[in-house]
């Protein structure tokens, strides 16, 4: 194994790890949250999503960007939301409808990716889908903690799961719009 090929593997093992990660900690943030141990659910959560936004980095610094580790990460992301915001419903901490609204889109657009590649094509990431994720990390890791902070009389991060709802719902929308052609071929 030459020195370039070691840094090849060791790269693509670091991505991975950060892919795992999510995977992994989706049990332990689910019993933490029903234990309503608050503290320890952020953090395993906040640690979980920021491998997110490392492997992200990692992957295009390194361009180790593949189509099975794209849709891996994509996988993971929504296996930690999802998880997280079933938690969060379970504890009263979230919307069911907002939860539906998200863990829908979610999955809707797990089915496009898997139909637009099997029709040979990719579907990429969008500046909304990026925002989305974002606007779900923060939401959800703000619903964990629940800071005592009332706007109009809901707490912060209620508003911000409607926001990233809309914000979810809308990139999907985004998604669907630009796919159509390639879910036509």
């Not at 029709?119 to 964990?144: P, V």
């Not at 800071?147 to 709802?165: I, K, R």
């Amino acid at each position: 194994m030459t020195v370039g090929s070691f840094a090849v593997v060791r790269s693509s093992r670091a991505l991975a790890l950060g892919t795992g990660v999510r995977i992994i900690a989706c049990p332990p943030i689910l019993a933490l949250l029903l234990a309503h141990d608050w503290t320890a659910a952020a953090i395993v959560f906040v640690i979980a999503a920021a491998t997110d936004f490392i492997d992200g980095r990692l992957a295009r610094h390194w361009e180790m960007t593949t189509r099975l580790g794209g849709f891996l990460d994509t996988t993971a992301d929504k296996l930690l939301v999802s998880t997280a915001l079933i938690g969060l419903l379970a504890v009263h901490r979230a919307s069911a409808w907002v939860v539906f609204a998200i863990v829908a889109r979610e999955f809707t657009i797990l089915g496009l990716r898997a139909a637009v590649a099997a029709g040979g094509a990719q579907l990429e990431t969008s500046i909304f889908g990026k925002w989305k994720a974002s606007l779900q990390f923060l939401a959800i890791a703000l619903a964990i903690v629940r800071p005592q902070v009332l706007l109009a009389g809901a707490y912060l991060d209620q508003w911000l799961m409607v926001l990233a709802a809309v914000v979810t719902v809308w990139s999907g929308v985004e998604y669907l719009r630009g796919s159509i052609d390639a879910l036509r071929g």
